[in-house]
């Protein structure tokens, strides 16, 4: 008798039963959002052939270019939740404001917020790509959120993960109970589960940073990033650069194998890149259920109070001892 393979939402009910996040509707938001991860890797499959590379015409609200696949998974996030049933409003990087789904439509207990695609500056080369998601429970009867109450602080997450779109496209989640990796198995159209029980090394050997931008950080940066670099066989230095340019792919190499990845503040721009509601939240949330460690430099990334849904954060996420490392240079304290 051939073993079952064991899928996302029969792993979710099965083995996680004792948690909140194991209803049947938890477990049916989480297939949605595979349901996205498979819309969006069919597309990438055949991209250089479907006249889905390249920019819009549009500017976003972070002031960035929209690509073609930003609007592509951003518009199938939307179509594939808004008449779900399972949520209650909808945010993501590529809208300035959230949706709220309307009162006479079935919604949900869930807020979901949204990186629909991350790593964009890959798209038109076939280099890896993401997706980051972050699930917030709102269960005021037939009451809407307002845009504030999406403002909430990443210890308040009910669970998050995120899609990768690399050589195979994997699904990484936790609710609060470890971390769990599902691989999409095409030939059936389902995500099996593949990476049980993920923890991340204590240290690793590798870090993953812009150096095009070291001119532009403060000193204790710098020195973090200078020290990484010379030999001391103690701590396995020099480390490995490895940079993909997509957040996603970088965080999943240490997640796995150990190592840093740093997108810090800078001189003129402290407050850094990275978006902290729906890129720093959900992997820090991620890392630390893996036993990692996710910092600002200076605050423990998910005890950051939002003020506002797009609100940018530093970013220095990984193996414990190495996150510790890089806070005591940033701090001058080493
Ligand atoms: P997004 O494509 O969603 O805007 O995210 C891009 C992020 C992250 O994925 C990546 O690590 C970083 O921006 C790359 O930034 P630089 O190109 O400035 O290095
Ligand atoms: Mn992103
Ligand atoms: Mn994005």
């Not at 819309?39 to 972070?62: C, E, F, M």
Request: net charge negative.
């Amino acid at each position: 008798m051939r073993e079952f393979p064991l899928t996302l939402s029969r792993f979710i009910i099965e083995s996680q039963a004792s948690h909140q996040g194991a209803t049947g509707e938890f477990s049916s938001l989480l297939t949605q959002i595979g349901l996205v991860g498979k819309l969006i890797s069919q597309d990438l499959r055949r991209a250089g052939l479907i006249n889905i590379l390249g920019a819009t015409d549009d500017t976003n609200v972070q002031g960035e270019t929209v690509k073609k696949l930003d609007a592509i998974a951003n518009d199938d996030f939307v179509k594939v939740f808004q008449h779900s049933g399972y949520v209650c409003a909808l945010a993501s990087e590529e809208m300035e404001k959230p949706i709220s789904i309307p009162g006479n439509w079935p919604h949900g207990k869930y807020m979901l917020l949204f990186d629909p695609l991350d790593g964009s500056s890959n798209t038109d080369n076939n280099m890896p790509l993401g997706a980051i998601f972050s699930v917030l429970k709102y269960d005021r009867g037939d009451r809407l959120p307002t845009d504030e109450e999406l403002l909430c602080r990443g210890t308040e997450q009910i669970a998050a993960g995120y899609l990768l779109y690399g050589s195979s496209t994997m699904l990484v989640y936790t609710v609060g109970q470890g971390v769990y990796g599902f691989t999409l198995e095409p030939g059936i159209g389902e995500y099996l589960l593949s990476h049980e029980r993920i923890t991340i090394p204590d240290r690793g050997r590798v870090y993953a940073a812009n150096e095009g931008n070291y001119h532009k950080w403060p000193g204790g940066t710098k020195k973090y990033l200078d020290s990484l670099k010379v030999s001391d066989k103690a701590t396995g230095r020099p480390y490995s650069s490895r940079y993909s340019g997509c957040l996603v792919a970088d965080v999943h190499r240490l997640l796995l194998g150990g190592g840093i990845y740093l997108y810090p503040g800078e001189v003129d721009k402290p407050e850094g890149k990275l978006r902290l509601l729906y890129e720093a939240n959900p992997l820090a949330f991620v890392v630390e259920q893996a036993g990692g460690k996710a910092s600002t430099g200076t605050s423990r990334i998910l005890e950051v109070e939002p003020k506002k849904l797009h609100q940018r954060v530093p970013l220095i996420i990984g193996s414990r001892q190495d996150v510790e490392q890089a806070e005591a240079y940033i701090q001058g304290k080493a």
